[in-house]
């Protein structure tokens, strides 16, 4: 199998159990009955002390996905990017990209309307739960930070430590949302699913573009 249809038969399947767990889910939201697998995780972290190493860590990790760090951070990168591919597109489709799923995000939140676990206003943890913001950003922002990255460099091991810090990123930050008790798995998976899809999909237009652009 070559390549090219080795990457379209990985992003059907990405897309397809995406797609599964936002009907699943939003399925659920819908009639307002709790997924059972927030019925069965929860009670896990309901009650870990602030006072923990755990909680200390996650409450440092959960930040990386937060507009606090993310709006800074983005603008920090404009000149490493720059400097990388000689265009400003490439951080224009991050900053971009990384907004565009903030006002996605906000926008399922007000048709769904959860409650959260628990409101904290240090950890970014307001407003409505479904799907979980710093999920669906971060998952946004980093895969697209990878995607250039992977793109510009060529040596394996540089790759493959893009793809394990960026993933790891990622994961971090969306377990730390469900150990701080601000969001449910649901919210966290859901907000996974729309932050792939989205994130496949604007770099469907930016590979057009280049293409017809010819660079």
Not at 85 to 101: H, N, Q
Not at 154 to 168: Q, Y
Request: glycine letters at 6%; one cysteine or more; aromatic letters at 18%.
């Amino acid at each position: 199998m070559n390549v090219i249809l080795r990457r379209k038969m990985y992003i059907r399947f990405f897309i397809f159990i995406s797609l599964f767990l936002i009907g699943l889910f939003s399925y659920r939201m819908t009639f307002g009955t709790m997924p059972h697998i927030d019925a069965w995780l929860m009670p896990y972290v309901e009650n870990i002390p602030s006072t923990s190493m755990v909680y200390s860590f996650f409450s440092s990790v959960t930040h990386l996905g937060s507009g606090i760090f993310l709006i800074p951070f983005t603008l920090v990168i404009s000149v490493p990017l720059y400097m990388m591919f000689r265009s400003m597109i490439p951080w224009g489709v991050v900053s971009c990209g990384t907004l565009l799923t903030y006002l996605l995000n906000a926008g399922v939140k007000l048709i769904f309307q959860r409650e959260r676990p628990q409101i904290v206003p240090e950890l970014a943890a307001e407003g409505f739960s479904f799907p979980s913001g710093h999920a669906m950003i971060s998952f946004v922002f980093y895969s697209l930070c990878m995607y250039f990255l992977y793109k510009r460099f060529t040596k394996s091991w540089v790759r493959r430590w893009v793809l394990i810090c960026g993933s790891s990123f990622i994961a971090l930050i969306g377990i730390s949302r469900y150990v701080l008790s601000v969001h449910y798995v649901s919210d966290i998976l859901t907000g996974y699913s729309f932050g792939c899809i989205f994130m496949l999909v604007i770099i469907h237009f930016y590979e057009k573009y280049v293409t017809r652009s010819g660079n």
